[in-house]
């Protein structure tokens, strides 16, 4: 991968840490789109990759939302429904992804940066705050942080956040179920490394399928979502996982999802 605004560290059982670095606010333009759009693809077909840490390298910023420049400066022939349906597809690819990922939040995260957080699986976050700010300039969040956050904390919770575009610190998101953990600021890349790396360890299809199955009980009545899991359900018995985690049960010992045994 040829990443302009991101570096890729590979570390043990395929962890991979992604350093977002778009001087000099990390700003959430068609650069950082188009080089996260590459790292799903690359994820998307490379086995080795098992679970994902996005961190930021602006120790006071890990991602400071849209271009407001550019987009106050539009003329009238942009469609910006189209730039939010852009955005939102690869955030829903991010969010879907096979493998597990964690945002190390140290810095701001808010507007498009809290929507970048919430289509990750967990939120590790010491410094800065985080939060859906859009209305303070006569917008909302397009990139899909209506509905993420709302599923998070509910809807009363979501329309006192997004009204009055308010910031929490990591203790306050973390009381409402916005973060997973609030981590002193020295701690957590640690944190979200040694939680990935846990993770990268763990029955990597089946998670992915879980994951699937979590985002059917989200989107989908129950009788749909029901066929998913099943379905899913089925597909973990392809994976070669089954075989080696009921081999391990038998043999009293941790099993070794690293190198599956595949089916015969």
């Given at each position: ?107 701001h995260a808010l507007g498009g940066g ?151």
């Open positions: 991968m040829n990443l302009e605004t991101m570096t890729i560290e590979k570390l043990n059982y395929g962890v991979h840490v992604v350093t977002i670095n778009n001087p000099p606010a990390n700003t959430l333009n068609a650069g950082i789109q188009q080089d996260l759009v590459q790292l799903i693809e690359e994820v998307e077909k490379n086995p080795a990759i098992r679970a994902i840490v996005f961190k930021s390298a602006n120790p006071k910023i890990f991602i400071a939302g849209a271009d407001l420049g550019a987009m106050g400066s539009s003329d009238e022939n942009v469609d910006f429904a189209e730039s939010s349906k852009h955005v939102q597809g690869i955030f829903n690819r991010l969010e879907a992804l096979r493998v597990p990922t964690i945002a190390a939040i140290n810095g809290c929507e970048f957080v919430l289509a990750c699986d967990f939120r590790i976050m010491g410094g800065g705050t985080i939060g859906l700010t859009e209305a303070s300039l006569g917008l909302l969040p397009g990139a899909g942080g209506t509905q993420r956050m709302t599923r998070l904390v509910g809807g009363a919770k979501a329309r006192e956040l997004m009204y009055l575009s308010k910031r929490l610190k990591a203790e306050e998101a973390a009381a409402i179920g916005l973060i997973t953990e609030a981590a002193a600021p020295e701690a957590v890349e640690e944190k979200a490394i040694k939680f990935a790396t846990l993770l990268a360890q763990s029955a990597i299809g089946a998670i992915g399928l879980i994951k699937e199955s979590i985002l059917a009980a989200e989107e989908l009545p129950l009788e749909q979502g029901l066929l998913v899991e099943r379905e899913a359900f089925a597909k973990t018995f392809t994976t070669g996982e089954v075989n080696e985690g009921i081999r391990a049960f038998f043999e009293k010992r941790p099993p070794n999802f690293l190198k599956p045994v595949t089916n015969q």
